[in-house]
C-alpha cells in the first residue's frame, strides 16, 4: 500500500509537467497580431514602406499620404477632445433639458428632439474613431521574416502594430466581413478587420513589398 503513494505522487508530478509544457508551447507558439508599436523592436518591425516626407531630402513637400496621415491625426485628436467634452456636458444640459420639460409640458418635444441630438452627438467620436483606425499611418515590412506591420491609432492616440503576412490579406470585395461592417469602406481585410491600404504603386518606395502585399488583392487600373 504504500509503495502506490510514490508511484502515484510521480504519476502527478509528471502529469503537472506535461500540462506546463504543453502551456508553454502553446504560449511562444501563439503570434499576437495587434500590440503597442513600442513593444516591437525596429528590426522586428523592419523599414518603412511608404515615401514619406521624413524618408525623402530635407526640402521635400509632403506626400500625399502625409497629407492624408495628418488628417487622421487631427480627427482622432478631434475625437478624444470631443469626448471629454461630451461626457461633462451632454449629461448636464439633458439633466436642464428634462427638468424644463417636466415644469413646462409643452417643452417636452423640444427635450425629446434635443436630447436625441445630444445622443448622436456623444456618438459622433466613435464614427470618427471607427472610420480612422482604418487607415494606415505607417507600413513596415521585415523582408527576413515576411511580416507587415500597419500603424494605427488608438482611441487614445497610442501607436499599434496590426502585424500580418501577405496570405492573410484578403481582397475587400472578396471578403465576407465586408457585408458586416457598417461603414463598407476598405480595401482589404486582415484578420477580419478592415483596412483602408493605399493601392497606388507610386506610394511605395519598396515596390517588391508592394506586389507582396497586395497579392491577393486586385488593383483597379485606375489605381495610379
Given at each position: 500500500?504504500?509503495s502506490?503513494?510514490?508511484?502515484?505522487?510521480?504519476?502527478?508530478?509528471s502529469?503537472?509537467?506535461s500540462?506546463?509544457?504543453?502551456?508553454?508551447?502553446?504560449?511562444?507558439?501563439?503570434?499576437?497580431?495587434?500590440?503597442?508599436?513600442?513593444?516591437?523592436?525596429?528590426?522586428?518591425?523592419?523599414?518603412?514602406?511608404?515615401?514619406?516626407?521624413?524618408?525623402?531630402?530635407?526640402?521635400?513637400?509632403?506626400?500625399?499620404?502625409?497629407?492624408?496621415?495628418?488628417?487622421?491625426k487631427?480627427?482622432?485628436?478631434?475625437?478624444?477632445?470631443?469626448?471629454?467634452?461630451?461626457?461633462?456636458?451632454?449629461?448636464?444640459?439633458?439633466?436642464?433639458?428634462?427638468?424644463?420639460?417636466?415644469?413646462?409640458?409643452?417643452?417636452?418635444?423640444?427635450?425629446?428632439?434635443?436630447?436625441?441630438?445630444?445622443?448622436l452627438?456623444?456618438?459622433?467620436?466613435?464614427?470618427?474613431?471607427?472610420?480612422?483606425?482604418?487607415?494606415?499611418?505607417?507600413?513596415?515590412?521585415?523582408s527576413?521574416?515576411?511580416?507587415?506591420?500597419?500603424?494605427?491609432?488608438?482611441?487614445?492616440?497610442?501607436?499599434?502594430?496590426?502585424?500580418?503576412?501577405k496570405?492573410?490579406?484578403?481582397?475587400?470585395?472578396?471578403?465576407?466581413?465586408?457585408?458586416?461592417?457598417?461603414?463598407?469602406?476598405?480595401?482589404?481585410?486582415?484578420?477580419?478587420?478592415?483596412?483602408?491600404?493605399?493601392?497606388?504603386?507610386?506610394?511605395?518606395?519598396?515596390?517588391?513589398?508592394?506586389?507582396?502585399?497586395?497579392?491577393?488583392?486586385?488593383?483597379?487600373?485606375?489605381?495610379?
Amino acid at each position: 500500500m504504500a509503495s502506490r503513494f510514490p508511484l502515484l505522487f510521480c504519476g502527478r508530478s509528471s502529469f503537472r509537467s506535461s500540462v506546463i509544457l504543453r502551456f508553454a508551447s502553446s504560449t511562444t507558439n501563439t503570434t499576437v497580431k495587434y500590440l503597442p508599436l513600442s513593444s516591437v523592436s525596429k528590426e522586428d518591425l523592419g523599414p518603412s514602406i511608404l515615401w514619406q516626407q521624413s524618408n525623402l531630402p530635407p526640402g521635400s513637400p509632403k506626400t500625399p499620404h502625409d497629407v492624408v496621415a495628418f488628417a487622421v491625426k487631427c480627427a482622432k485628436i478631434l475625437s478624444v477632445s470631443s469626448s471629454a467634452a461630451g461626457v461633462v456636458m451632454v449629461p448636464v444640459l439633458s439633466s436642464y433639458l428634462w427638468e424644463a420639460a417636466a415644469e413646462r409640458p409643452s417643452m417636452m418635444a423640444f427635450a425629446i428632439v434635443a436630447n436625441s441630438f445630444l445622443v448622436l452627438l456623444s456618438f459622433t467620436p466613435l464614427l470618427l474613431h471607427f472610420l480612422a483606425k482604418r487607415f494606415p499611418i505607417d507600413v513596415h515590412y521585415n523582408s527576413h521574416t515576411q511580416t507587415f506591420s500597419t500603424i494605427h491609432y488608438s482611441f487614445f492616440l497610442r501607436k499599434y502594430a496590426r502585424r500580418f503576412k501577405k496570405e492573410e490579406v484578403v481582397d475587400a470585395a472578396k471578403a465576407p466581413e465586408m457585408q458586416k461592417v457598417w461603414i463598407p469602406l476598405a480595401t482589404a481585410f486582415v484578420h477580419g478587420t478592415p483596412l483602408l491600404i493605399s493601392l497606388d504603386r507610386n506610394a511605395y518606395k519598396d515596390p517588391a513589398a508592394f506586389d507582396s502585399l497586395t497579392t491577393n488583392v486586385e488593383i483597379p487600373a485606375n489605381a495610379d
